[in-house]
């Protein structure tokens, strides 16, 4: 019994060392061949990426080599094309008009060949606008979403002609006309301007280079401020502003406000007060566009030539004062001349003025004033309201000094001006005023002077005219020739003198 014990106890613990010392050497035998395995896989792959390179080394450059070889002359890839501008910047100066002077523009179609040759036998260059409406009457037509005109067109090449390698160069130039409205990129649509070469080649395929021109319109800062009156009946309030008609998107600009006819006299002998509590400006931005629609959706539209309007408003400058202003109750203002005068012929009481500063957000991103034939308009806007409060006094005698009883009543005036946003100027001119006068500019030479008369004597080279004193006259005959007688008088007494110191002959 204890021997079966023994051998059983015995028997159990050679049992359980085997089952605890077999999943050792398990997970040792695994790992070894996971280690194997991934060391095997490493010389494969590394194998297979030398292999890979040696090809590409191998093969890379022949290839290239190949494909420069045999790149065919009539191949888009046989020749490359780029725009080389002359001009400066396009800035357009002034007012859009069909009387504008416009912009010069001029540059060079660069043509690089690469292979030995190239036949083009045709090579144009348009320039093109472009609106492309972010709203368009059908999203998945590209006729609707974007409206594309031709402008001006460059016939360079008419003929089949073989370029050879190297650049050849191609000039244009055109006056563009100062009615096209300057580039922009709005919230509902994106109106700009593109150089584009075209080159058909021998083998038929088509070869196209596109370069975008940013055109820009700046006008002319005005001297004098602009100047708005608004009348508020049927109270005695008029309002003046003064601020420039132009503005920039960059920098900020003055605002000179005036509120007149702040007293009023009642009947009873009382007077009513307006206090200004508060002034509030913004500057809005309005969009505007027309998204036309093509022949094919112009059933949703209700026919062709019509399309779909759209407008977008949002403020790109504002603030507010709460203080800062002069108020005057006695000063007397003489009246608008308007007919609708709140007080008709007799001057406005009281006044307060103020001067603060506008300026259009950094941020803001905005847009000038464009009107485009293509049914895209931008405008701005100055807004400045007045929170005015009443105050009541008994008597006339206490306006200027005397507190006032406030009545709870309260108004807002809100007034609205049309401002224009534009680029900067600088220095510059227009292309016309900067070319030299042409020969048909200049007057004839030399001037007609008038009063002044004709003389028909002798003139002084003449053979037997002499400007001094003949021999033998007598001391006071040089003397008038050197008092400044004339040259026919003085040749008609030489003449005289001589016809009588001549001798005379006898008979």
């Not at 080394?57 to 780029?82: A, F, T």
């Not at 912009?103 to 472009?130: C, H, P, T, W």
């Not at 259009?360 to 005015?388: K, M, Q, W, Y």
């Not at 306006?399 to 401002?419: D, F, N």
Request: some cysteine; hydrophobic content about 30%; proline content about 9%.
């Amino acid at each position: 019994m204890p021997g079966r014990l023994l051998r059983w106890e015995f028997g159990h613990s050679d049992h359980h060392e085997d089952s605890t010392q077999h999943p050792s050497s398990t997970k040792t035998s695994s790992r070894r061949r996971r280690s194997a395995e991934l060391l095997a896989d490493k010389r494969r792959s590394s194998s297979s990426m030398e292999h890979i390179t040696n090809i590409m080394k191998k093969h890379g450059v022949d290839k290239k080599d190949k494909d420069k070889d045999n790149i065919r002359p009539g191949s888009p890839k046989s020749l490359r094309m780029d725009f080389q501008m002359e001009s400066p910047p396009i800035l357009f100066l002034g007012r859009p008009s069909e009387t504008a002077s416009g912009f010069l523009m001029s540059g060079q179609l660069k043509v690089s060949v690469v292979s030995n040759q190239a036949i083009v036998n045709k090579l144009d260059v348009e320039l093109r606008s472009s609106c492309a409406y972010k709203r368009p009457v059908s999203d998945r037509c590209s006729d609707c979403n974007t409206t594309k005109t031709s402008l001006r067109t460059w016939n360079i090449l008419t003929e089949p002609r073989t370029l050879s390698h190297g650049e050849q160069l191609f000039p244009f130039s055109t006056v563009l006309p100062g009615h096209l409205p300057a580039t922009t990129r709005g919230s509902l649509a994106q109106l700009t301007y593109h150089l584009v070469a075209t080159a058909h080649l021998s083998s038929g395929e088509l070869a196209t280079h596109t370069r975008e021109l940013e055109m820009k319109r700046a006008l002319a800062p005005h001297r004098e401020p602009k100047h708005c009156k608004r009348v508020f009946p049927p109270t005695t309030l008029v309002t003046d502003a003064y601020f420039p008609p132009v503005i920039h998107p960059i920098g900020a600009f003055p605002i000179d406000f005036r509120l007149s006819g702040i007293v009023t006299h009642n009947r009873d002998g009382s007077v009513t007060r307006n206090r200004l509590r508060r002034l509030l400006w913004s500057i809005e931005e309005h969009e505007e566009c027309i998204s036309p629609a093509c022949a094919r959706h112009a059933d949703r539209v209700g026919g062709p030539g019509k399309g779909r309007t759209h407008n977008h408003t949002h403020i790109i400058g504002a603030g507010e004062l709460a203080s800062g202003w002069k108020t005057d109750f006695t000063v007397s203002i003489p009246p608008p001349n308007t007919a609708n005068s709140p007080t008709g012929t007799e001057p406005l009481l009281g006044a307060t003025e103020l001067e603060t500063q506008a300026a259009i957000r950094t941020n803001a991103r905005p847009l000038c004033d464009i009107a485009s034939p293509a049914g895209f308009t931008v405008r701005h806007d100055l807004i400045i309201e007045l929170v005015i409060d009443d105050d009541w006094l008994p008597s006339r005698g206490a306006v200027a000094t005397g507190a006032g009883t406030p009545t709870g009543g309260a108004r807002v005036l809100k007034m609205t001006y049309a401002l224009t946003v534009t680029e900067r100027a600088g220095l510059g001119i227009g292309w016309d005023e900067e070319q030299p006068p042409v020969y048909e500019d200049v007057p004839p030479s030399p001037p007609h002077y008038a009063g002044v008369e004709t003389y028909e004597g002798p003139w002084p080279l003449e053979e037997g005219f002499s400007l001094g004193p003949p021999e033998g006259d007598p001391p006071e005959e040089a003397g008038q020739l050197e008092r400044g007688e004339s040259s026919a008088a003085g040749a008609a007494r030489h003449a005289s003198v001589s016809e009588e110191a001549r001798p005379t002959v006898g008979h």
